[in-house]
């Protein structure tokens, strides 16, 4: 059975640009969350989407933002690119929303910023 | 807020010693505590969750609510554990779940022969 899948896998932006990350879960999954995973400060929960609504959001910018589509898999964008958001971006999906629920995570998207 | 910490960065053993990850916890309700480990060149994984009370590879953990601590225990370190532990937890009030994990910084572990 194939794992969550996230692309791409390596993506180099300027200050100011947007950019956008994929993530497809795990066949059957509803719940897809977004990490970040920046030098220094380890892993930052920054959004979850079940069933196509988005169910928590973490303490990001609201130039942090995603959507979930029908076939759930996600796209988390990040507009005005600052310095700081250089860092892995990791995506997790699990089988519904409940906290008893494995989180399954992909392998990342490494953004730069420069 | 609920907080997560490892004290310890870094963590050396021999093979064949015992080891112990530490993990405290801030929250005042009754969190899911979990430990995720990532082997090298390897996506992060689930290694053992508190509700399930089991052993994974030889490592335990038993949540101590006095305490508030959530130590991984192994008895005989093996080389193939030398990894990063992470220990999370997640919160779930009145049957709804908050969905996010909560991270600790991470430990890394490095099994000497």
């Known amino acids: 059975e194939a794992g969550v899948t996230q692309s791409p896998t390596h993506l180099i932006k300027t200050r100011g640009q947007q950019v956008t990350l994929r993530c497809s879960p795990i066949?059957?999954?509803?719940?897809v969350y977004w990490y970040q995973q920046a030098l220094g400060l380890g892993l930052q929960f920054l959004l979850w989407?079940?069933?196509?609504?988005?169910?928590n959001r973490g303490n990001f910018p609201p130039r942090f933002s995603g959507r979930q589509f029908p076939n759930y898999s996600s796209e988390l964008n990040v507009n005005a690119l600052e310095l700081e958001d250089s860092a892995l971006y990791l995506c997790?999906?699990?089988?519904?929303?409940?906290?008893?629920?494995?989180?399954?995570f992909g392998p990342g998207t490494r953004l730069t910023v420069l | 807020a609920q907080r997560v910490t490892q004290p310890e960065k870094l963590l050396s053993v021999f093979k064949g010693a015992p080891v112990e990850l530490k993990c405290n916890y801030s929250?005042?309700?009754?969190?899911?505590l979990f430990w995720y480990v990532q082997y090298s060149r390897q996506r992060l994984q689930l290694l053992l969750r508190?509700?399930s009370r089991e052993s994974i590879k030889g490592f335990t953990a038993d949540l101590n609510k006095g305490e508030t601590s959530f130590h991984l225990k192994k008895p005989f370190a093996q080389e193939e554990d030398s990894a990063m532990y992470y220990c999370?937890?997640?919160?779930?009030?009145?049957?709804?779940?908050?969905?996010?994990?909560?991270f600790g910084q991470g430990t890394i572990l490095t099994v000497h022969p």
């Open positions: 999370a937890l997640t919160l779930a009030a009145g049957g709804t779940s908050y969905g996010k994990l909560t």
């Open positions: 066949s059957g999954h509803t719940s």
């Open positions: 989407y079940d069933e196509g609504e988005e169910r």
């Open positions: 997790a999906s699990s089988l519904d929303g409940s906290s008893y629920n494995e989180q399954f």
């Open positions: 508190h509700i």
């Open positions: 929250y005042s309700g009754s969190p899911e």
